[in-house]
């Protein structure tokens, strides 16, 4: 299992502080992120002069890199955001997957980190019973019935100690918000989503600094304009 999660952890992923991380915690952060947006979107046009400040300063300093970044944009435009896309729709599917398992499996987080906090005083209980037992077991008094009374409590003791164990390594897994995600995900399908991720943004790379590909790239954005252009001009004054 993995470490328990600190205070500060706690409250990344318990946002309504309940004790547990579920749907309504999913929600209340898509709440937050689109209050965020909105903020961002109604205050952006109050800024447009340092936002022009900031961008004619960029283009002072990193004017040399925009004829590679022009011919990225095409490129990635025409083939790598369909296969980017595609890698980026296979690993949210296999995020709510962990999501929705870390859900339904997991007991309440402050249920498992009172159980780690007793851990040690609980083992520690245990652990002097067997000693009890084991030593009126070693007894040179003790009678037949006696050393096997005290052999039934010394297993039935180990038993208990290694339940508790086995309870503790899941407790531990509770704590650790990735365990049931991982549980949950197919390390193939990631894989792959990932391959098609990067292998969209190098092609595009590629393509970027290629000459032949810029002189593609740079007649499929003319013709596509051009093309734009002609239909208008052919709406507005032939067709009909």
């Given at each position: 299992g993995g470490a328990p999660l600190s205070a500060k952890e706690m409250g990344v992923f318990d946002l309504n502080n309940d004790g547990k991380v579920d749907e309504k915690d999913a929600k209340l952060l898509i709440d937050n992120a689109t209050r965020?947006?909105?903020?961002v979107a109604q205050e952006a046009p109050k800024y447009k002069m340092q936002q022009h400040a900031i961008?004619?300063?960029?283009t002072l300093f990193c004017s040399r890199s925009f004829p590679y970044t022009i011919m990225f944009a095409q490129a990635f435009?025409?083939?790598?955001?369909?296969?980017?896309?595609?890698g980026l729709a296979q690993?949210?599917?296999?995020?709510?997957?962990?999501?929705?398992?870390?859900?339904?499996?997991?007991?309440?987080?402050?249920e498992a980190k009172n159980f780690i906090a007793n851990y040690a005083t609980d083992m520690q209980l245990l652990k002097n019973i067997y000693a009890e037992a084991e030593a009126a077991a070693a007894s040179p008094s003790a009678s037949a019935a006696d050393v096997a009374a005290a052999s039934r409590r010394m297993r039935?003791?180990?038993?208990?100690?290694?339940?508790l164990r086995m309870s503790y390594?899941?407790?531990?897994?509770?704590?650790?918000s990735l365990h049931a995600v991982l549980e949950a995900l197919d390390p193939n399908v990631v894989a792959d989503a990932g391959s098609k991720i990067w292998v969209g943004l190098s092609t595009c790379v590629v393509a970027a600094v290629s000459p032949s590909a810029q002189c593609l790239s740079a007649g499929m954005a003319i013709?596509?304009?051009l093309a734009a252009i002609t239909r208008g001009i052919?709406?507005?004054?032939l067709a009909g």
């Amino acid at each position: 299992g993995g470490a328990p999660l600190s205070a500060k952890e706690m409250g990344v992923f318990d946002l309504n502080n309940d004790g547990k991380v579920d749907e309504k915690d999913a929600k209340l952060l898509i709440d937050n992120a689109t209050r965020l947006y909105n903020r961002v979107a109604q205050e952006a046009p109050k800024y447009k002069m340092q936002q022009h400040a900031i961008l004619g300063t960029v283009t002072l300093f990193c004017s040399r890199s925009f004829p590679y970044t022009i011919m990225f944009a095409q490129a990635f435009r025409a083939s790598g955001w369909p296969v980017v896309k595609e890698g980026l729709a296979q690993l949210a599917d296999q995020y709510e997957k962990g999501r929705q398992e870390l859900s339904r499996q997991a007991p309440t987080l402050s249920e498992a980190k009172n159980f780690i906090a007793n851990y040690a005083t609980d083992m520690q209980l245990l652990k002097n019973i067997y000693a009890e037992a084991e030593a009126a077991a070693a007894s040179p008094s003790a009678s037949a019935a006696d050393v096997a009374a005290a052999s039934r409590r010394m297993r039935t003791t180990k038993d208990q100690m290694d339940t508790l164990r086995m309870s503790y390594g899941r407790a531990q897994a509770v704590l650790s918000s990735l365990h049931a995600v991982l549980e949950a995900l197919d390390p193939n399908v990631v894989a792959d989503a990932g391959s098609k991720i990067w292998v969209g943004l190098s092609t595009c790379v590629v393509a970027a600094v290629s000459p032949s590909a810029q002189c593609l790239s740079a007649g499929m954005a003319i013709g596509e304009r051009l093309a734009a252009i002609t239909r208008g001009i052919y709406e507005r004054f032939l067709a009909g």
